[in-house]
């Protein structure tokens, strides 16, 4: 039997990665009580004790604007801990699959970006997560790393249910429509992630986000329009366009970082909805509506 150690499972990607999991796979998720990444030692520890078959790492220090203030936590768990992770998997031969972002670019190259374009972090965040995804290709040459993007699902705190809690109660919105980018569903995402487990012969950066490309804006729009088809926001709610200038954060992000993805569809041998689908079911599941999965 497959066993599959999921670190971050209480997290919007490792709650759907549990959901959709091989029912022959044994999935242990200790959560950040048990097993925390800011004492990477026992992190080590704990793998080289269990010997898992695979390694997935969906847990990282998410807070892009607290990072900023949080800095030295924020490398700590997203880029120490990976490390620690990569060299404790290489040495007992387990399978690593360690999870990143588009935040490790500057939304100024070349777009859509392939994995082996030149990266520039803009903020903290995506400098602890640059420095995790260097550090594991370093301690475990085999790792897979999985950058994605704007991350969301019918649970946890993502921008669709922010805007899901916001027009419910009659607020309208002013969003940004100049930062670009692609809203991935965490259970597509978790889909892919779980092709991969025992894919031995995949190493190294991949990219993998749903199809399409969006502002903030086409988002919040997509979710009003859903809300609407089914009657839940008055008519009176509205989404309106802002620049980022208007909407300053502590952290600085990047204003384009749509990532190519082709290869890794053609590696895991799926091709994942366009963001809006995702969108809307994850919109529906936050209005308590059934939804399907891939
Ligand atoms: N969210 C996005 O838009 C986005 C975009 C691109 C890439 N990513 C990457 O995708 C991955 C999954 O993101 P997500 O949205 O699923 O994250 P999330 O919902 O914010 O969940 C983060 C997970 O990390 C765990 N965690 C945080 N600090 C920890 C610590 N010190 N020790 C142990 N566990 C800790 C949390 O556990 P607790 O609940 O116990 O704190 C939680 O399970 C991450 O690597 C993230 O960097 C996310």
Redesign the pocket.
């Known amino acids: 039997m497959t066993k599959l150690l999921l670190?971050?499972?209480?997290?919007?990607?490792?709650k759907a990665i549990q959901m959709l999991a091989d029912a022959s796979w044994s999935v242990h998720a200790p959560?950040?009580?048990l097993?925390?990444?800011?004492q990477p030692d026992e992190v080590a520890r704990f793998i080289t004790q269990h010997k898992p078959n695979v390694v997935v790492?969906?847990?990282?220090?998410?807070k892009v604007d607290g990072a900023e203030s949080q800095r030295d936590?924020a490398f700590q768990?997203?880029g120490i801990?990976p490390a620690v992770m990569a060299l404790a998997t290489r040495s007992i031969g387990a399978q690593f699959i360690h999870?990143?972002?588009?935040?490790v670019f500057d939304g100024t190259g070349d777009i859509p970006y392939q994995t082996f374009a030149a990266t520039n972090p803009l903020n903290i965040y995506g400098a602890s997560?640059l420095s995790g995804e260097i550090a594991v290709a370093r301690e475990n040459p085999e790792a897979v790393v999985i950058?994605?993007?704007?991350?969301?699902s019918g649970g946890?705190?993502?921008f669709v249910s922010t805007a899901v809690r916001m027009l419910k109660s009659g607020q309208s919105m002013r969003v940004v429509d100049d930062q670009i980018g692609v809203p991935t569903r965490?259970a597509n995402l978790a889909y892919a992630i779980l092709l991969l487990v025992e894919r031995r012969d995949v190493v190294g950066l991949l990219h993998f986000t749903d199809g399409g490309v969006a502002s903030w804006y086409d988002v919040a729009e997509c979710v009003l329009d859903t809300m609407r088809s089914n009657g839940s926001v008055t008519d009176s709610v509205k989404v309106s366009p802002i620049e980022s200038s208007e909407f300053p954060g502590a952290a600085r992000r990047p204003k384009v970082s749509v990532l190519s993805t082709h290869s890794t569809r053609r590696t895991i041998g799926w091709t994942p909805p366009h963001w809006r689908i995702g969108v809307v079911a994850s919109t529906q599941e936050l209005l308590g509506q059934s939804l399907s999965e891939p």
């Open positions: 670190l971050g499972g209480s997290g919007q990607l490792g959560g950040s009580e097993l925390n990444l800011s790492n969906c847990a990282a220090y998410t936590i768990v997203n801990a999870v990143s972002t588009d935040y997560k950058r994605t993007s704007w991350i969301h946890g705190v993502n965490a």
